[in-house]
C-alpha cells in the first residue's frame, strides 16, 4: 500500500517562530489533506489541497503533486498551535491514508 | 448541524465482548470511515464506505465489522474483544472523498 511519511517527527518552537512541515507520499493520490490534532484529541481539518498552494491566516499549504509531496507552513506561531499535524492522502481505490503525523510544541 | 456524532465517548468492555460504536452524520455525505488510533500514534483505517450498501477494508480490519444500510450511519462492530483493540476510535465523512469532517471520537478500554 501506499507509504506517507511526515517530517520531522517532532519540533519545538518559541512562540513567534516559524516553521515548515513535510508529507512525502509513494504513489499518486487523488487529494491531500491537513489535519491538526489539538491536545484534546479533536482533528481539524486545515487544509483539502490536491495542488497548488492555500493560505488561511498564519497557515499555508503547498502540493506538489508530480513530485509527491506536501509542504505546511506555520508563521508567527503561537501557543495554540501546539497539537499533532497530520497529512492525509486519498488514493486511487477511495482509501483516506493519514501520514505518520509531526507533533509540535510551541512555548511561550 | 450536528456535524459527525460518534456514541458513546468512553466504554470499558470485557475481554471476549461485543460492542457496536455507532456513527452519524448529518451532511449528507456520501463518504464515511473508521479509524483508530493507539496512544502516541497516527490513525489507521479500519473500513470506509462510499455509499450506502458499499463497504470495503482499509489498513486494519481484522476483528471489526461494518454495515452502511443508510447515507447518515456507519456503525462499526467489535466481536469478541481482545486487549489488542484499546484504542481511541474516530469515524469521518466527506463529500466524494473531498474535505474530511470527524467525529469526538470513542475512547475504547477492553479489560
Known amino acids: 500500500g501506499i507509504q506517507v511519511e511526515q517530517s520531522p517527527p517532532d519540533l519545538i518552537l518559541q512562540e513567534g517562530a516559524n516553521s515548515t512541515l513535510r508529507c512525502n507520499f509513494s504513489?499518486?493520490?487523488?487529494?491531500l489533506q491537513w489535519f491538526h490534532q489539538n491536545p484534546w484529541g479533536q482533528l481539524i481539518n486545515l487544509f483539502y489541497?490536491?495542488?497548488g498552494t492555500k493560505q488561511n491566516g498564519r497557515l499555508s499549504a503547498t502540493t506538489v503533486a508530480t513530485e509527491r509531496y506536501s509542504l505546511l507552513y506555520i508563521s508567527s506561531s503561537q501557543t495554540t498551535d501546539s497539537g499533532v499535524y497530520f497529512c492525509?492522502?486519498?488514493?486511487?481505490?477511495?482509501?483516506?491514508?493519514f501520514g505518520t503525523g509531526t507533533r509540535l510544541q510551541v512555548f511561550p | 448541524n450536528a456535524g459527525v456524532t460518534q456514541t458513546p465517548k468512553f466504554r470499558i468492555l470485557k475481554i471476549g465482548q461485543s460492542m457496536t460504536l455507532q456513527c452519524a452524520q448529518d451532511?449528507?455525505?456520501?463518504?464515511m470511515y473508521w479509524y483508530r488510533q493507539d496512544p502516541g500514534m497516527g490513525l489507521k483505517l479500519i473500513y470506509y464506505?462510499?455509499?450506502?450498501?458499499?463497504?470495503d477494508k482499509g489498513e486494519v480490519p481484522n476483528g471489526y465489522n461494518v454495515s452502511r444500510s443508510t447515507t447518515e450511519d456507519f456503525p462499526l462492530r467489535l466481536e469478541l474483544a481482545a486487549p489488542s483493540q484499546t484504542s481511541v476510535y474516530f469515524c469521518?465523512?466527506?463529500?466524494?472523498?473531498?474535505?474530511?469532517?470527524f467525529g469526538q471520537g470513542t475512547r475504547l478500554t477492553v479489560v
Open positions: 489541497i490536491p495542488s
Open positions: 464506505s462510499v455509499g450506502a450498501g458499499i463497504t
Open positions: 504513489d499518486s493520490v487523488n487529494n
Open positions: 451532511m449528507n455525505h456520501n463518504y
Open positions: 492525509a492522502v486519498a488514493t486511487a481505490t477511495d482509501k483516506l491514508i
Open positions: 469521518a465523512s466527506s463529500f466524494q472523498g473531498g474535505q474530511a469532517f
